[in-house]
């Protein structure tokens, strides 16, 4: 049976860069990895399959032979200068490395250093008035700091770090497991490959200690909701003595009682206006975000629905001097509750104009209204 072209195999087209492999292989993985299809051979092989591919697309040189001679250029255990002209395959040894590099991210970062301390979230949530105008915000944070005691080493102090015999030094075990050979991290030494003899009494030979600490956070002017701030060695310490993970910082924007937030910089906010206003025309002071007020002038006859741009009066934009407009929608309110005199003058209103000329669109509507009922009837 031949076997299937392996830009088929990941779905992409053949001129495809090396991020729609990626990305083509980690959807298709996710979908069809073994944990996920147990007891399924046929997601087994799809799998095996997936990477078999993704392994000779996403190197250049073996991508370029494949390219070339297909399938061939890996046939009877081939290398380069050994008569086959080609490229040897040892799916079993690649399998792990290639999991690694698929999965072993955490929010979209690099990969995950041996011993290197975990990232931290800390979501936030702010005011539209401290988006738009930016904020230093103090924040406590739960997390391990590095050990004050042995100094983040781990072990008291004179002791010295032997080679951890589970991994013999190399901080990553093997398994099988059916087809696959899987690496993972030494669970003895957090793959650092060393451990310590004589464990520091006041970390237990981590070399970091659980503690909060309060962190200074610059908030940019313009930030949007779900804006992700990185502090980059906020997170937690490493093993003895490896790097600190990051801080991720997620804003969440508050609902305001006024304005709501469209199309990035832009606001938009709703005024009720009275009805004798609308129809003569005047003028409304509205708020705006920076704290001031604003004229806005209405035209006599406005109706319910009109907007009105206010250029520069919306959100600041972010990493820029520039502001987003302020869009004023207004709604004609009905009058109630009103008393005899007010009735009669309506009332007089209403018989001394014209209904064609004071409201035509309802005027227009109940004539057609009419028009209808006519050519029902006859």
Not at 108 to 129: C, P, S, W
Request: a positive charge; one cysteine or more; proline letters at 5%.
């Amino acid at each position: 049976m031949s076997k299937q072209d392996y830009y088929e195999t990941l779905g992409v087209e053949r001129g495809a860069d090396s991020d729609a492999l990626k990305r083509a292989y980690r959807k298709l993985a996710m979908q069809w990895h073994p944990d996920r299809n147990p007891n399924n051979p046929e997601a087994e092989q799809k799998f095996k399959e997936l990477s078999e591919a993704y392994d000779v697309l996403k190197d250049d040189q073996k991508r370029a032979a494949y390219d070339r001679f297909g399938h061939a250029a890996f046939e009877n255990g081939g290398r380069p200068g050994q008569g086959g002209g080609g490229f040897s395959f040892d799916f079993g040894a690649g399998f792990a490395n290639i999991f690694d590099e698929m999965f072993g991210e955490f929010m979209g970062g690099r990969g995950q250093q041996q011993g290197r301390g975990a990232d931290l979230r800390y979501n936030m949530e702010i005011t539209l008035e401290e988006a738009f105008a930016g904020k230093q915000a103090k924040i406590r944070v739960p997390s391990s700091i590095s050990c004050e005691e042995c100094g983040g080493s781990g072990g008291e102090k004179g002791a010295k770090p032997q080679p951890c015999r589970t991994c013999q030094g190399h901080g990553k075990v093997r398994s099988q497991s059916g087809f696959f050979t899987i690496e993972r991290t030494c669970p003895s030494c957090g793959g650092a490959g060393r451990v310590i003899e004589k464990a520091c009494r006041s970390c237990g030979g981590a070399g970091r200690v659980q503690r909060e600490r309060t962190l200074q956070v610059n908030i940019p002017a313009g930030v949007e909701d779900g804006t992700r701030i990185r502090l980059a060695g906020e997170g937690e310490a490493g093993l003895r003595g490896a790097p600190q993970g990051d801080l991720y910082i997620f804003l969440a924007i508050q609902p305001h009682r006024l304005f709501q937030r469209r199309d990035g910089a832009n606001l938009h906010c709703r005024a009720p206006i009275p009805m004798v206003k609308a129809a003569m025309g005047g003028t409304i002071e509205v708020p705006t975000i920076d704290g001031t007020r604003t004229k806005v002038q209405i035209p006599p006859g406005a109706q319910t629905g009109a907007q009105f741009r206010l250029k520069g009066k919306g959100m600041s934009v972010l990493r820029s001097p520039q502001r987003g407009d302020m869009y004023v929608e207004i709604m004609v309110e009905t009058p109630m509750n009103l008393n005899k005199k007010q009735k009669e003058l309506l009332q007089e209103f209403e018989a001394a104009g014209s209904a064609e000329k004071t409201s035509p669109e309802s005027a227009g509507f109940f004539a057609k209204v009419k028009e209808l009922w006519s050519d029902l009837k006859s």
